[in-house]
Every structure is written in C-alpha cells, then in structure tokens.
C-alpha cells in the first residue's frame, strides 16, 4: 500500500526555520518524481517544489526560490523540505506527493499519492 506522511509543520516566527519530512513506503521513491504543495485557507493548492526521480533536478516557486531547499535520501526513503526565512504568507498546509514518473510536473492532478499534510504557521 502506497502511503506518504509528512511531519515537521509547526508554529514559527517570520524569518524562521522548518524542515518538513515526507515518508515514503509501499513503494521505492527514487524511481518516482515527489512534490511539495501547499494550500491556505479559501485558495488554490499550489506547487511549491519538486524533485525529479533521473537527475534529482529540483524546481522551485518563484515565491520560495533562494528560500526553500528540497532533497531526497533514497536510502530512507524521504524528501525533505528546508525552508528558511519564512514569511506569513508561507503559512499554509503543505502536502507531499508522488508519480510514478521520473520528471516533475505542475499540476497537482498529475500526482498520484499524496500525504495528509503537516500544518505550518507563520507567525508572531
């Protein structure tokens, strides 16, 4: 059974730092692409990162480049989100998600699984 599950959400202070983990089993997350969503409150879930599965290219948001960091050990089976200087308008619930492909893609459609997403607030 495919499951991904996120932690490390939290509450934190702008100009502050999480890193978030997505955990993967039932399946070798290194031959799949895995994403980094986020969605607040009355808006659009939306691409925050991704890490292609061939070449480990990572892509970013424009709102979260030079911010975020996202990586993968295959040997645990997880990626990880690093994100630093966070901003109140990073608060939001963040979700992992996979295809079984080994390019990234935009559309949250285009993934397979997903996790059930770790809260993060931004905040003083």
């Known amino acids: 059974q495919v499951q991904l599950v996120e932690s490390g959400g939290g509450l934190v202070q702008p100009g502050g730092s999480l890193r978030l983990s997505c955990a993967a089993s039932g399946f070798t997350s290194d031959y799949y692409a895995i994403g980094w969503f986020r969605q607040a409150p009355g808006k659009e879930r939306e691409g925050v990162s991704c890490i292609s599965s061939s070449d480990g290219r990572t892509y970013y948001a424009d709102s979260v480049k030079g911010r975020f960091t996202i990586s993968r050990d295959n040997a645990k089976n997880t990626v990880y989100l690093q994100m630093n200087s966070l901003k109140p308008e990073d608060t939001a619930t963040y979700y992992c998600?996979?295809?079984?492909?080994?390019?990234?893609?935009?559309?949250?459609?285009?993934?397979?699984?997903w996790g059930q997403g770790t809260q993060v607030t931004v905040s003083s």
């Open positions: 998600a996979a295809r079984p492909y080994t390019t990234c893609v935009r559309p949250p459609p285009l993934y397979d699984y």
